[in-house]
């Protein structure tokens, strides 16, 4: 029952992701009846469409659009107090709080050091946060096609128009996938209103403020965008965020579709399906034992505690079986919405969770973020491997060389030194310290959680964990700037660098980038380059965690 | 004279490379290999605190200096690695050395003049453009163009061929190389090396290894292998804030020497002696590389142009069969085939001779008082008069018809035009004025040369013929060949004009060649080997020169290089696969302090904490001088496609990268238990 439930999950995700993934490339290469909105939407804005851009500008243009993206997210957050949309009366949000939650809108981590219905007005929520979802997922997406292209294009010296790749991602792929999610949620129960929260007077008699918003739409562009920002604290196992199982099968499928979908655009832009294939294989191999770790765990429970299920910290109305489902989607794809609390899974579901966001959110990670991700490995796993074939290492017919290993290293760098730096020094200064809820080996696991999670632009979090304290809140938004563009500008880099190169046609003499033989050459390059980088300290997290349950120890 | 490439004994060369790795401790140079000098760094490290420790007394001193040393002994083996590997060379650049001997040279103001009128010059003296007169016995001083005379020239100092060979002024066969031998006669040579330019002095300067620089893809691995020694310095920086949070302390003995198991000392410490042996390999084969970026480039190759004679066929025509005219008894053709050819040197002729032994299991010997008739280009007939007086003719064609006044009859006439359109040649063979058969000469295809075309299939490196016979007969050998493609009645704008067809569509190019209109082909192919016996032109354009003058040596540098790319990536692989076990022996004995359940990641069953970390030091130095013999060797390589090479690399340097080490540190750590080491 149990394995057959997750084949019709697999098999309704990978169906609707090839039917995307189709869409994605017409949208991508242009739908002419399509034309006349996007050239208004971008004359409007002052932009020529025809202008193809080199990568150095097309870094440029995501940069520039990001930081303006920042600023004004800034400004809105400080001064949502004065302005409209605000029935509840909340406050403008402190400097350190409100950089935070910039940052990790614009970066599309959606990590959340505040609450929303207590320190969000509607107009923060919807202008604001609702926005930068849309825009950072398509700033991801837009990346990931120029990168594509870099690889897969003829010989030449443009990736494509940032603007117009961010526009047509945003205007036909995220808008409507998002409102018929929205109306999905919102039939299922999920509040779309503009009105306050209201007082009512509980069973017990005492008064109770129940929160509502415009939640639906926020909802569906968070797990459509990878996002993961929810309207409420609690995210999606907030009963009015996910009231239902249909609900909750609905988000936890729509958050791996758009990074399921890219593997198989790439395949249709490299004009070879069986690359795009071959990804998708090596990051499904990934998840499947991920979630198959979490969901033996979970399903088991704790002996310790003598019930059937680990049901700690998870909805009723879920169980420990969608919560499984949830969890290793929600890491895996860099989404971090959350529907059950992942500070009360087991120590070991807990490492897959940690591994899943350590290795770069590459296990489909988030929309476009998670497939250029995965070739920054597929280049080191072609040079490293490639060289045993007897030829310069290429990829698609394209050398990998000096300059794309320098690249590669560079954006890899990224992960260790935003986790292991990071986590290091929240693990030795006082002022962060004091974040850590609990002793012992999950407390570590907290604090690397918290840094694996904004490095890898997930969002989600160790409940336990203080992630408010001025330290953190400056700290991980460092980390995330980190995560997210120490990454783009050299894959952009790199693309730009191989697109100018001859493609060689394909012989018997060709390494080949498709089949079982690359698949695990990809999965064990994935492994030893970015998981073991993480066994020392996940070792003394928790592995060691779990260990002293085993042995009888609780912390 | 020795000839380089038969230095064999290698023992002689051990005493020196112990000696210059101590010598390359020198951090300038231990600088160009990153990974070997941040080991040296962290050696120097380990041994202070252990000398620290010692002085004061603390425990741990005697674990720290024996860390120390281990450290040091793998700094120390990737330098022998690299001295052993400049050894070879050197070796074999004394015996070259040893052929510059300096003389004293007779230099003419014209090439014209008489060698009366010569200048005495000391031969290191001699400036490009100086024509000097050189006779028998002389050595020739350094590299030029004959530019009057013939003369016979011993070249086995430099490509161990003990036969001489023709120099002359004009044509292909100008070029002589400083330092080979006139045998016979004179020539006047035009000086076209600078002092210290010439050929001798490059190949000395190349397989000493004063030149080397490094190639694209060693320049790619080492930023790669320094990227990963990073991520590790992160690993391990990072690790005792980590400890200290779980309430335990690492000393800084034991996170330097967990930092020198992970970081990729294994390809690090042998990633240069690779590709000084990869050089050596080639010189081996006697071609000289001009950059290492030729060989590399042969790697890659993926359309070799190969010249029809001397590459693919043996360049004279041989016969085939022998077709005897209606009515004519096979032995009889046969008999006067022989008779017909026993005063035929030539090849062709002794072939004919060949051809008839076979048919008759003898040939008659040369009868007492017969007549040579020789072949001149009036008659085109040659054959050999009888004192009985009977006459036998062999020649073309249309010469035995006027001879015999007899064209063939119907039958024999159609075996004559098959012979013609298969792209052989035919002779007929007469006895007096009756015609008796005709001899089919053929261009014969070498044996295995189809099989080495069908294994260059497999690697995906399609082969093109090259040839100036007609299209017939190009593709009749084409066709014997297996060749994927030819170009026939072919020019070298023709050569040229495929060369950059074939790049405009992605494909690396190699050819070989030698004449001066060979020059632009090879200089516009990505891989261009020129004959040493061709024109200086040739060898300015080529970037790879075989002394051995040997077309088929093409496919010998393709393999040479592939090899070395092979090498390269397997010791990488196997190198950072090894880190999978040294974690497992080193992390659990440095948390097991503060979390007594993590002995359970200490699958190998370590003997304790010391011994674990221990063993992985010392398994990495082992490993390393293990396989120096590899690194110099090179992997093992058949030819076969990239996804068996890569099944095959894979399961062996990769999965035996993840195997090796469990069992080797397991092994080690018995031992030190045994020999109460730790």
Redesign the interface.
């Known amino acids: 029952m149990t394995m057959l439930a997750y084949a019709l999950y697999f098999a309704a995700l990978v169906g609707a992701a090839l039917v995307l993934a189709a869409w994605m490339a017409r949208v991508y290469s242009g739908i002419p009846a399509l034309a006349g909105i996007e050239r208004r939407v971008l004359r409007g804005a002052g932009i020529n469409p025809g202008r193809d851009m080199a990568w150095g500008a097309y870094a440029l243009a995501v940069l520039a659009f990001n930081l303006a993206g920042f600023a004004l997210l800034y400004a809105l957050l400080r001064a949502q107090g004065a302005l409209p949309l605000n029935p509840d009366g909340i406050g403008g949000m402190a400097p350190d709080l409100a950089f935070n939650t910039a940052v990790s809108f614009v970066t599309n981590t959606n990590w959340q050091a505040y609450s929303g219905e207590a320190q969000l007005s509607h107009l923060a929520q919807m202008a604001g946060l609702t926005v930068q979802n849309f825009v950072s997922a398509g700033t991801g997406m837009a990346v990931a096609v120029a990168v594509i292209r870099g690889f897969t294009a003829p010989k030449g010296t443009t990736l494509g128009n940032f603007w117009v790749d961010l526009t047509r991602s945003v205007l036909w792929i995220l808008l409507p996938l998002s409102v018929l999610l929205a109306l999905f949620l919102a039939w299922q129960g999920v509040p779309q209103t503009l009105q306050g929260a209201v007082t009512v007077t509980g069973m017990e008699g005492a008064e109770q403020i129940i929160a509502r918003g415009p939640a639906a739409a926020q909802i569906a562009i968070k797990q459509l965008g990878t996002n993961g920002g929810g309207f409420f604290g609690v995210n999606s196992a907030h009963p009015f965020e996910n009231p239902t199982i249909a609900s909750n099968l609905a988000q936890s499928l729509s958050l791996l579709l758009i990074p399921v979908a890219f593997c198989f655009l790439f395949g249709r832009m490299a004009g070879d399906r069986r690359q795009g294939l071959a990804i998708f294989a090596a990051m499904a191999v990934m998840f499947v034992v991920g979630l198959g770790t979490i969901h033996a765990y979970e399903v088991a429970g704790n002996p310790a505690l003598g019930l059937g299920a680990n049901m700690e910290g998870k909805e009723q109305r879920f169980g420990a079986m969608l919560s499984a489902l949830w969890a290793a989607s929600t890491t895996a794809a860099s989404n971090g919405s959350v529907n059950a609390m992942h500070d009360s899974f087991m120590p070991l579901s807990g490492l897959v969770m940690l591994l899943n966001m350590q290795i770069g959110e590459v296990i489909f990670g988030g929309v476009g973020a998670g497939f250029y991700g995965m070739l920054l490995y597929v280049v ?1 796993a072609v ?10 290492p290429e990829y698609l ?1 394209r050398k ?3 300059r ?3 690249l590669a ?2 954006a ?2 990224s992960m ?2 935003g986790i ?2 990071g ?3 929240a ?2 200064v006082p002022q962060a310290l004091a974040a850590v809820q609990d002793a ?2 999950h ?2 696991s907290e ?1 690397l959680y918290a840094y694996s999670s904004a490095t890898g632009n997930n969002g989600s979090a160790f409940g336990g964990f203080g992630a408010a304290l001025p330290w953190h809140t400056t700290a991980l938004g460092l980390v995330m700037l980190l995560g997210r563009y120490a990454i783009i500008v050299p894959m952009l880099a790199i693309a730009g660098s191989m697109i100018r190169k ?4 394909v ?6 980038t498709h ?1 079982p ?1 690359f698949v ?2 990809l999965v ?1 390059t994935v492994l ?2 970015g998981a ?2 993480f ?3 996940l ?2 997290g928790p ?2 965690e ?3 349950r ?2 009888g120890q609780t912390f | 004279m020795a000839n380089p490439a038969k230095i064999a004994d290698m023992s002689g060369l051990y005493p020196a490379a112990i000696r210059q790795s101590v010598v390359k401790l020198d951090p300038r140079q231990l600088w160009h290999s990153p990974v070997m000098f941040v080991t040296a760094v962290v050696a120097v490290m380990t041994t202070l605190l252990g000398l620290r420790d010692l002085v004061s007394g603390t425990a741990g001193a005697g674990i720290a200096l024996h860390i120390a040393v281990w450290l040091w002994l793998c700094v120390l083996f990737a330098n022998f690695a690299e001295a052993l590997a400049e050894g070879r060379g050197r070796a074999r650049a004394d015996t070259l050395r040893a052929t510059k001997s300096e003389t004293r040279v007779r230099v003419l103001a014209e090439p014209n003049d008489a060698p009366a009128t010569a200048t005495d010059v000391a031969s290191t003296a001699l400036r490009a453009g100086q024509f000097v007169y050189l006779a028998a016995g002389d050595i020739i001083p350094t590299d030029g163009e004959a530019v009057r005379g013939i003369a016979s020239v011993n070249e086995s100092a430099i490509t161990g061929e003990s036969a001489p060979v023709i120099r002359e002024a004009g044509g292909d066969r100008s070029s002589v190389t400083g330092g080979t031998t006139i045998a016979s006669d004179w020539i006047v040579m035009k000086v076209t090396a600078e002092p210290g330019k010439s050929f001798l002095d490059r190949m000395i300067a190349l397989v000493e290894g004063a030149e080397r620089q490094k190639t694209p893809n060693e320049i790619a691995l080492n930023i790669l292998l320094v990227g990963l020694t990073l991520i590790f310095l992160f690993v391990v920086v990072t690790l005792p804030a980590f400890a200290s949070y779980s309430g335990t302390t690492i000393p800084v003995v034991v996170l330097g020497a967990l930092f020198v198991t992970l970081i990729p000392t294994t390809i690090g410490g042998l990633l240069s002696a690779i590709g000084i042996a990869g050089m050596d390999r080639l010189v081996k084969a006697n071609v000289i590389a001009k950059s290492g970026r030729a060989v590399e480039a042969a790697g890659d190759v993926d359309t070799l142009l190969l010249d029809k004679t001397g590459t693919i066929t043996f360049g004279n025509r041989m016969a085939d069969a022998l077709v005897p005219a209606p009515g004519v008894e096979a032995r009889r053709l046969a008999e006067a085939a022989a008779l017909a050819s026993l005063a035929d040197e030539t090849p062709e002729g002794k072939s004919i001779v060949e051809k008839a032994r076979e048919m008759l299991g003898s040939v008659p010997a040369m009868p007492q008082g017969a007549t040579p008739v020789a072949f001149t280009a009036q008659t085109r007939l040659s054959g050999l008069d009888l004192n009985d007086g009977r006459s036998f003719r062999k020649g073309a064609i249309d010469a035995v018809i006027r001879l015999t006044g007899q064209t063939p009859p119907g039958a024999l006439a159609g075996q004559v035009d098959a012979i013609a359109r298969s792209g052989g040649t035919p002779l007929l063979v007469a006895e007096g004025t009756q015609i008796l058969g005709v001899v089919h000469l053929k261009d014969i295809v070498k044996p295995g040369v189809r099989e080495r075309f069908a294994e260059l299939r497999a690697m995906g490196i399609r082969t093109v013929m090259i040839t100036g016979d007609n299209p017939l007969t190009a593709a009749a050998i084409a066709a014997e060949a297996g060749v994927d493609d030819f170009l026939a009645e072919a020019t070298p704008e023709m050569k040229l004009d495929l060369i950059r067809r074939e790049q405009a569509g992605g494909r690396l190019v190699a050819m070989c060649g030698d004449g001066s209109n060979d020059a632009p082909a090879l200089a516009q192919a990505d891989v261009g080997v020129a004959m040493n016996a061709g024109t200086p032109a040739a060898k300015e354009a080529a970037n790879l020169i075989d002394l051995d003058s040997d077309p088929t040596k093409l496919i010998e540098v393709v393999m040479v290089g592939k090899q070395l790319l092979i090498s390269r990536g397997a010791l990488t692989t196997f190198s950072i696969a090894n880190d999978v076990a040294k974690y497992f022996a080193v992390l659990p004995a440095i948390f097991v302090a503060a979390y007594p359940g993590l002995a359970v990641l200490n699958i190998m069953g370590l003997a304790s904490p010391t011994s674990a970390i221990l063993s992985a030091v010392i398994f990495n130095a082992l490993v390393l001088i293990a396989l120096v013999p590899l690194a110099l060797r090179g992997v093992a390589y058949r030819p076969a496609s990239a996804a068996q090479l890569l099944r095959r690399n894979l399961l062996v340097y990769g999965l035996g990268g993840l195997i090796v080490p469990f069992v080797g540190i397991k092994a080690i750590d018995l031992c030190l238990v045994a020999l109460n080491l730790a």
């Open positions: 080191l040079f490293l491997a490639g060289l045993m074939v007897g030829r310069t017919g990998v060389e000096a794309e290993v320098t290293v560079l890899f760098l260790p030194l292991l730096v986590g290091a020094v693990a030795t012992g080996p407390g570590l604090i001859t493609r060689a046609p012989t018997a003499g060709t390494f080949p089949g033989l695990t050459l064990l030893i380059l073991l980088t066994f020392p300290v070792a003394l592995i060691a779990e260990t002293a085993v042995a």
